[in-house]
């Protein structure tokens, strides 16, 4: 089956999956109306490396949307012969997809979101790669330069073009939860929508949708027809997490670390639901920036939130970061389960109180410069056997270093979960291993052990845990 016009789909069978699989020609819409001779050049000359192949995997994972897998490999198993090519057109390009997922496309035609989604993916690749790694203007080994750099990427996706009052809420939890805690996070998020706030998350399923699946209500019923569904990702996340459908602002940061600094850049207030390894490491960043002494006077309201039902995981959670980074920690956040309203009020309390902030400090409203985050927190992490295997985790380390430490910990379990490049080190050469003192190895253990108990590791497949804790 053919359609007509410019974005024509071809619809073919796979022989191994009976599985329709599509090929179309696609043109910009949305995000990257026009592209440089110099940008279509690099592109186009890059064959089959480089930035090519980011590109091919990060279309691969939104075209994969709606997938209900976690699984890297099942996802590029499945759609091995996928291509897509650049053609030169007179404006930039076009792209040519072959062996595509169907679900993308309806009646030949690819989902307009989708569309979008795609062409903002090959938008924040082709600028990092130009404006960022490929320009000696940012030094990124500078803390300053970093931030700087974080700015432009956002500023290029066009996020910071909002210039009304402080409403975004950032949206952190896990991509892996159950229907109670799912259906709890959209009613947060209608909430928060008949209240005028805005919502950013990881892109992705689960507590990453809820939020801005509640919010298109809510602001349904307020008649707000520039509600902004922001969604924050990283080429190494991507492909676990594809982009869910809602989001109508898309941004690709380059590593994990740029994605977290972004993140607390533009929320105006944070709510954390209920999650695995992943929200463990974003909640370890936040507590470990907002810990630093230079942040203590930084209005930033912090809501652990979730149906009654999950009030011993965050009592847990809470067990773990008193014992570990002590009380001031703790008095960072509130924690509200069991009643949406009462947590949306709460943020909407703590947003006025960052506008007011803001404004006598004269900082910008769509990014947060005044907040400062220490090297520890912006250099990228690789966990490799051996990093993870150095990493300090003792319960004598200031706070601040204990956090960043305890991030990077998460961080490798969340890689050797999802991450392509941790399955294949796990697989290569066994589990990480985690050295610390017999108290911090025990709140770990347990913890950790939670996580799995209650099947917040994965979506699909049984855990087999890719960690090994050494007190």
């Known amino acids: 089956m053919t359609a007509a016009g410019d974005q024509g789909a071809t619809i073919s069978l796979s022989h191994a999956e009976a599985e329709s699989l599509v090929d179309a020609r696609v043109s910009p819409t ?116 970093i931030t700087n750099a974080v700015y432009h990427i956002l500023r290029n996706a066009r996020v910071l073009d909002y210039k009304g009052r402080p409403d975004l809420v950032v949206c952190w939890g896990g991509h892996s939860i159950g229907s109670h805690e799912y259906d709890y996070t959209k009613k947060v ?44 990702t990283e080429p190494g996340i991507i492909a676990a997490e594809p982009p869910n459908p809602i989001v109508n602002q898309l941004v690709i940061m380059p590593d994990i670390e740029k994605r977290l ?35 203590a006077d930084q209005p930033l309201p912090v809501i652990f939130t979730g149906p009654a039902e999950s009030a011993a995981y965050f009592a847990q959670i809470d067990r773990f970061i008193g014992a570990t980074l002590g009380p001031a920690a703790q008095k960072r956040y509130k924690i509200v389960t069991g009643d949406p309203a009462q947590a949306a009020r709460e943020v909407a309390r ?4 960052v506008r007011e ?13 005044l907040l400062s985050i220490q090297p520890d927190f912006q250099r990228p992490f690789e966990p490799t056997h051996e990093a993870m295997a150095k990493l300090e985790l003792r319960r ?14 998460f961080s490798g379990i969340v890689a050797g979960n999802v991450k392509e490049q941790g399955v294949q080190a796990i697989e290569a050469h066994g589990p990480f291993e985690l050295h610390g003192d017999r108290e911090v190895m025990t709140l770990l253990d347990e913890l950790l052990a939670a996580f799995v108990a209650q099947k917040r590791m994965k979506i699909a497949g049984e855990y087999r845990p890719c960690y090994r804790l050494v007190a």
């Open 189 to 232: 998020g209608y909430e928060l929508g008949l209240r005028a706030l805005s919502v950013c998350t990881g892109c992705g399923p689960g507590a990453m949708k809820g939020p801005m699946k509640g919010a298109t209500i809510g602001h349904a019923k307020q008649r707000i027809r520039d509600g902004r569904y922001i969604g924050l």
């Open 261 to 295: 600094e972004a993140f607390v850049r533009i929320a105006h207030a944070i709510i954390v639901f209920p999650g695995g390894a992943g929200t463990a490491e974003e909640i370890l960043y936040l507590l470990g920036l907002l810990l630093d002494p230079a942040n």
């Open 396 to 409: 004598d380390l200031p706070p601040h270093v204990l956090a960043a430490n305890l991030r990077r910990a």
């Open 357 to 369: 902030f803001r404004r006598s400090h004269r900082d910008a409203y769509n990014y947060n410069w």
């Open 350 to 353: 703590g947003v006025d109180a």
């Open 30 to 145: 949305g995000s990257l109306e026009n592209l440089s001779q110099r940008e279509v050049a690099q592109l186009l000359s890059a064959g089959h490396g480089g930035v090519y192949q980011l590109f091919r995997r990060c279309a691969l994972a939104v075209l994969s949307s709606g997938l209900h897998t976690d699984d890297i490999r099942d996802i590029f198993d499945r759609y091995e012969d996928f291509d897509i090519r650049l053609g030169r057109q007179a404006w930039g390009i076009k792209l040519e997809v072959k062996n595509a997922p169907s679900s993308a496309f309806v009646d030949g035609q690819m989902i307009r979101g989708i569309k979008e989604h795609l062409f903002a993916a090959l938008r924040d690749l082709v600028y990092i790669h130009d404006a960022i790694l490929g320009n000696n203007r940012f030094d990124l080994n500078d803390p300053v330069s």
